[in-house]
């Protein structure tokens, strides 16, 4: 009899505790993954996400037949098509890694239940997180609200595990003559945009899979690493990881990115702060897993009821405008459009394009998690709304609301050369640093020389920043005043 290994957002064979159980069981193995339609409180993907999986699948597909199996790809209800295809096999169980969502969780619950009451076997484990959210506080104590103490008690929990190998010994069963309604291609699951294709940007940043993840964690550990603590904030420099969708479908491991960085700045003598700083962004990814366990509707309710009575405006013109990168604010529109193009976004140009919908454009913070949702590679059911959440102020340990980030002064601080606004938008690339970041500020003189017209080649600002943040501030306090 089969054991079926459920493959889900950890498309990896190594340190992959569910698989290396299987493996263990000495049984026959059948790899699945099921496509599921948006469901009981569950998310269907946007299309960057969607493109992603798509490569994602292929790329474990090849490491599966690699080691002599394959991976079935199902299409449907999880709980359904899973039992059919236990009962079809007649398979001795099912195994899985873990998800920390409330409908994800209820979800895994009742098929547990049912594999067991069949008679079969059901087991999960913990391959996602550094830290399970139920393990760091005692039973019956609140949850934690605030990052610093939270991480303060991961550091006390000491290291994650180290990593398991990618297994050696791996037994299939065959699927040959295997016949089930759900069963799909990979060209079936139709997870690739077609007319028009947009996916040309997003096929010369990226490539998924496990392979790739690692090339991509070798090249951070020794172009990135050094320096990071400071020079994560610089959007026009290579000190971020981009492990962000490798690690949002599970090419890597929390704990294998924990260890492998580990060992690199102890190898390479690099600067602890380099180090500990890295380890504590994982640590924020963490945090939003737990925040996700905590809060079911974290996508859809702010986690401080008081912002229900926010006054947001209705403007689809200044929505648009924003997603397709109009707003006059360099740093904005370089980042929304580096969105648009590669389907990833620097962090820091993250916190300042999301501050822009909230505030200067007093725009619901739902809808800016919905185009990031959609536009997103990394798009993470966690870590998505709850940085939505934070940047909004409605979040836990958020910024309050009255913070308001001035987006030129942003873009004078982290991009100061304007390396970044450049490449995005290169209709202003000729103009003088001091004019980067305010273009409305250069001379007739300064903007011929540099050849764009402001108002045709690129937008006037949308809003003017004092009067944005004053209506912003209003806004803010009409919702407090509401009890
Ligand atoms: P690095 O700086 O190299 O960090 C390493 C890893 O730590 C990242 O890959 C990521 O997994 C994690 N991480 C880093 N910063 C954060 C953070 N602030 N919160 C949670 N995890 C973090 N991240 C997502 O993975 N998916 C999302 O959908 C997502 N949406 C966001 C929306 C907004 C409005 C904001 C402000 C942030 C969002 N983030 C999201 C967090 C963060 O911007 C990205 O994780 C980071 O930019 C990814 O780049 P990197 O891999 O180079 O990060």
């Not at 997003?202 to 496990?210: D, F, I, S, T, Y």
């Not at 997103?376 to 934070?390: E, F, G, I, R, T």
Request: hydrophobic content about 45%; proline content about 7%; overall charge neutral.
């Amino acid at each position: 009899r089969p054991l079926v290994v459920w493959f889900r957002d950890d498309l990896r064979l190594a340190d992959h505790p569910a698989l290396e159980h299987a493996r263990r069981s000495g049984l026959p193995l059948i790899c699945v993954y099921v496509l599921q339609p948006a469901q009981e409180g569950m998310r269907g993907l946007g299309g960057a996400a969607s493109w992603w999986l798509h490569g994602a699948l292929q790329a474990l597909d090849q490491d599966l037949r690699a080691c002599g199996g394959e991976l079935l790809l199902l299409a449907g209800s999880a709980p359904d098509v899973l039992g059919q295809l236990a009962s079809q096999v007649d398979a001795a169980g099912l195994v899985w890694n873990r998800r920390y969502g409330q409908a994800e969780r209820a979800m895994d619950a009742g098929i547990k239940q049912r594999f067991r009451a069949e008679g079969r076997l059901a087991s999960s484990h913990a391959g996602s997180v550094l830290h399970e959210p139920w393990t760091l506080r005692p039973d019956g104590a609140p949850p934690y609200q605030v990052f610093s103490a939270y991480w303060r008690a991961c550091l006390r929990a000491g290291e994650p595990p180290l990593p398991l190998p990618a297994p050696a010994d791996l037994r299939f069963a065959s699927l040959q003559g295997l016949s089930l309604a759900s069963r799909r291609s990979l060209a079936e699951l139709d997870l690739l945009p077609r007319t028009p294709d947009w996916a040309g940007g997003l096929r010369a940043h990226w490539v998924p899979g496990e392979a790739a993840a690692w090339r991509q964690l070798q090249q951070f550990v020794e172009e990135g690493l050094c320096g990071y603590a400071e020079g994560r904030d610089f959007p026009g420099q290579a000190h971020c990881s981009r492990l962000s969708p490798y690690l949002r479908f599970g090419h890597l491991s929390p704990r294998q990115i924990w260890h492998a960085m580990s060992a690199a700045a102890l190898q390479h003598r690099l600067p602890g702060q380099d180090l500990d700083k890295f380890l504590a962004e994982l640590g924020w990814r963490d945090f939003c897993q737990y925040l996700h366990y905590h809060h079911a509707a974290l996508e859809s309710r702010p986690l401080q009821p008081s912002f229900e009575a926010m006054p947001w405006r209705h403007d689809p013109a200044a929505l648009k405008a924003w997603q397709r990168g109009q707003t006059g604010y360099p740093l904005v529109d370089a980042g929304m459009r580096e969105l648009w193009t590669t389907g990833w976004m620097h962090n820091r140009v993250r916190m300042v394009v999301a501050s822009f919908l909230v505030k200067h454009l007093l725009l619901d913070w739902r809808d800016g998690e919905a185009w990031f949702w959609d536009t997103l590679v990394d798009a993470d059911p966690a870590s998505n709304p709850a940085s939505w959440q934070w940047v909004a102020g409605c979040g836990m340990d958020a910024a309050p609301y009255f913070r308001i980030f001035n987006p030129i002064l942003q873009g004078q601080k982290f991009d100061a050369q304007g390396a970044y606004v450049r490449h995005w938008l290169p209709e202003l690339a000729k103009l003088p640093d001091r004019a980067l970041q305010q273009p409305w500020t250069a001379s007739s003189a300064q903007t011929r020389a540099a050849g764009v017209r402001l108002g045709i080649d690129y937008p006037e600002p949308v809003v003017e920043h004092a009067m944005a943040r004053e209506r912003a501030l209003q806004a803010y306090a009409q919702m407090r005043a509401v009890r």
